[in-house]
């Protein structure tokens, strides 16, 4: 592993790295800051986590200082994008602390609030301006931003711009800014459509790519629990109380959910706050806040949260919810494990979910490690809306296991169903054997007890 003083930073950001205990660099800084100080393109395939802000602000940082303005009054030379406000927001405090001590400005435009302070700040001057596109092209519809000096344009999390429907927004402001300029675009996937636009945007790149099992497991210890989706609540309750639990962020699939499940959780006496996209923008940097400051113990989040977010502290993810898309749990459990520190990320896995865990696995190249205080589904299914509709439930056959001479007396007959719902026997899920190819994905083993 290389050390930032073998990437010939100057020396006020060496001094400002050092500032955040940042002794030895991640693969993507170690392979990208040097192609970027050369001033090549670069395109760089990672997810969250691998330190990829520091890999492409440290560099621009060193050009516009070693290159400076003959203006008097700054303007924009540097422009990253970002999908998401929370992002933005967290790029421009790590650009602000790179920055400590140079005398280069930058600020944060997003939407969601008032733009009066937004246009003060640009109307003084920028070096770098970190943007949402909505934002971006109504201030500069409006005459508050130029870009026609733009010196380097980072693209951040490209498909996650893509996937929210930015794509005619970014065509847009490429068409604003001078053809001359260093470009960077960093994305977590590399579906066709990134590369169609890599292709439009960069010149001659240098490409690097972290796998997702290089840049995630390697410090995060991940767990799945099997759990029927009404008892997910009483779980992770039993797990916070437990004690061991430093500051989680739960992870839930609607803005609903996380709503409810904050109010029981506060109700269970756990302090929690819930952050989704109906929040105003004013309390979602509560809630953020709050939970920097330890004052919150549980962030209860949807997606929105899921990238750009860099907390200290975050012990623990839960993935109440299993995401339908296998990026999304990547994106998720990088939460915490950040800049090489330790976290555990617990994914609650309810039947009908299992399809979810087999490709998010099949993603990674891994069978996730089942919990030891796993206690695993319960025999009867949960009711579907197929049930309601009296349709056949397509659900597999599920045998007892064949009878042994230890087990004592074979009984007559067993239960009726629906009967002894006081004594629900619990059963074991277990999984045999090295990641199932997708033909056998479907096949199960249970035990009962």
């Known amino acids: 592993m290389k050390t930032f003083a073998q990437l010939n930073l100057i020396e006020?950001?060496?001094?400002?790295?050092?500032?955040?205990?940042?002794?030895?660099?991640?693969?993507?800084?170690?392979?990208?800051?040097?192609?970027?100080?050369?001033?090549?393109d670069v395109l760089g395939c990672a997810q969250?986590?691998?330190?990829?802000?520091?890999?492409?602000?440290?560099?621009?940082?060193?050009?516009i200082t070693e290159r400076p303005s003959l203006s008097k009054r700054p303007y924009i030379r540097a422009l990253v994008l970002a999908p998401t406000r929370e992002l933005a927001a967290q790029i421009g405090s790590s650009f602000e602390a790179y920055s400590q001590f140079l005398k280069t400005r930058q600020t944060v435009i997003f939407g969601g609030v008032r733009a009066s302070s937004q246009i003060q700040a640009l109307k003084r001057g920028v070096d770098?301006?970190?943007?949402?596109?909505?934002?971006?092209?109504?201030?500069?519809?409006q005459g508050f931003v130029d870009l026609n000096q733009v010196e380097f344009f980072v693209l951040d999390e490209a498909d996650r711009m893509l996937d929210m429907g930015f794509i005619n927004d970014i065509r847009r402001i490429i068409e604003l800014l001078p053809e001359r300029r260093q470009n960077l675009l960093f994305s977590a996937t590399m579906p066709q459509s990134i590369a169609k636009l890599a292709d439009s945007v960069l010149d001659q790149p240098f490409r690097f790519q972290v796998a997702p099992q290089e840049s995630v497991i390697r410090e995060i210890q991940q767990e799945v629990m099997f759990v029927q989706q009404s008892d997910k609540r009483h779980l992770l309750i039993q797990i916070i109380r437990q004690g061991q639990i430093g500051q989680a962020i739960v992870?839930?699939?609607?803005?609903?959910?996380?709503?409810?499940?904050?109010?029981q959780l506060n109700r269970a006496k756990i302090n929690a706050t819930a952050i989704h996209g109906n929040k105003s923008q004013a309390a979602r940097e509560r809630a953020l806040l709050s939970f920097r400051k330890g004052q919150t113990q549980i962030l209860v989040a949807t997606d929105i949260a899921a990238r750009g977010l860099d907390i200290d502290?975050?012990?623990?993810?839960?993935?109440?919810d299993l995401p339908n898309e296998t990026e999304s749990y990547v994106h998720r459990i990088g939460r915490t494990g950040r800049a090489g520190r330790s976290g555990i990320a617990i994914a609650f896995c309810a039947p009908e979910e299992y399809d979810y865990l087999k490709s998010i696995e099949e993603m990674m190249g891994?069978?996730?490690?089942?919990?030891?205080?796993?206690?695993?589904?319960?025999?009867?299914?949960?009711?579907?809306?197929?049930?309601?509709?009296?349709?056949p439930v397509t659900e597999k056959r599920v045998e007892p296991k064949p009878f042994s001479a230890q087990q004592g007396p074979k009984p007559e007959q067993g239960p009726k169903p629906g009967r002894n719902r006081g004594r629900r026997k619990s059963t074991r899920f277990q999984r045999k054997g090295p990641l199932a190819s997708k033909a056998a994905k479907s096949q199960l083993q249970f035990t009962t007890g």
Do not use: C
């Open 12 to 40: 006020p950001l060496l001094r400002a790295v050092s500032a955040r205990n940042y002794e030895t660099t991640t693969p993507i800084q170690a392979e990208t800051i040097p192609p970027l100080l050369a001033g090549r």
């Open 48 to 63: 969250t986590g691998t330190g990829k802000t520091a890999a492409f602000a440290l560099p621009i940082l060193q050009h």
């Open 128 to 141: 770098v301006l970190i943007a949402t596109p909505g934002r971006l092209l109504d201030l500069q519809g």
């Open 251 to 263: 992870f839930m699939r609607t803005k609903h959910r996380a709503n409810r499940l904050a109010q």
């Open 313 to 320: 502290g975050v012990s623990h993810i839960f993935n109440f």
């Open 366 to 391: 891994i069978q996730i490690p089942t919990s030891k205080t796993d206690q695993g589904w319960d025999r009867q299914p949960p009711a579907t809306m197929e049930d309601k509709e009296d349709k």
